[in-house]
Every structure is written in structure tokens, then in C-alpha cells.
């Protein structure tokens, strides 16, 4: 089992920055991919951001890609989101996700493990 715990949401202006945590606890993190997701105001969840078990290989939405930064800390059992730029269409719960492997994917299915979300709120 996984324990996820995602941390560093909150609400900020367009074009502000936020950083999102997310602390693993359970199986060897270093062992598998992260990633991470949202669900915007009546929408379904989606993929934003993907990153290996290494570190070296990661993946990101259309959206989202050239604004957010994945990155993991094996050391701290931690991975993080950077959102820089952000807009008031990237509102939604952000939830982090482990995957089965340690190779990037995109697909939710491939995803057994999730936190419990964070929310941020970007104002216009």
C-alpha cells in the first residue's frame, strides 16, 4: 500500500506561482512513477504532469506544458508541482497519483494509488 498526502494548494492571482507537495509513505518510492492530475469545475480528471521513477524521463498535458514543472526528491519520498503562470482556467482539485511501474504513463488506470487533493484557485 501507498499513502499519498498532497500539500501547498491555496488561491492566487493570474500569473502567480504555486507549489504543490506530495508525500509517499508505504512501498519504496523511488520504485515508481508519479503523477499528477486535476478536476476543474465540472469536468472529469485529467492527466497534467507525469514523472519516472528516476526522475530523468517526465511528460506533461498540452495545457499545461512550458508553465508546470514535475520533480521528485527520492531522498524525501516526495514529488512536486511547480505552477508558474497560472490562469483561472487551471482551478481544480490537483490530486498525485503512484503509478504501477516506473515508467512514465497517462492513463488514470494505470494509476492504483491517489491522494486526497489539494484545491487551487486562481483569480482573475
Known amino acids: 500500500q501507498v499513502q499519498l498526502v498532497e500539500s501547498g494548494g491555496g488561491l492566487v492571482q493570474t500569473g502567480g506561482s504555486l507549489r504543490l507537495s506530495c508525500v509517499a509513505s508505504g512501498r519504496t518510492f523511488s520504485s515508481y512513477a508519479m503523477g499528477w492530475f486535476r478536476q476543474r469545475p465540472g469536468k472529469e480528471r485529467e492527466f497534467v504532469a507525469a514523472?519516472?521513477?528516476?526522475?530523468?524521463?517526465?511528460y506533461y498535458a498540452d495545457s499545461v506544458k512550458g508553465r508546470f514543472t514535475i520533480s521528485r526528491d527520492n531522498a524525501k519520498n516526495t514529488v512536486y508541482l511547480q505552477m508558474n503562470s497560472l490562469k483561472p482556467e487551471d482551478t481544480a482539485v490537483y490530486y498525485c497519483a503512484a503509478a504501477k511501474f516506473g515508467f512514465v504513463v497517462t492513463a488514470q488506470s494505470e494509476y492504483p494509488y491517489w491522494g486526497q487533493g489539494t484545491q487551487v484557485t486562481v483569480s482573475s
Open positions: 514523472i519516472s521513477w528516476t526522475g530523468t524521463t517526465t
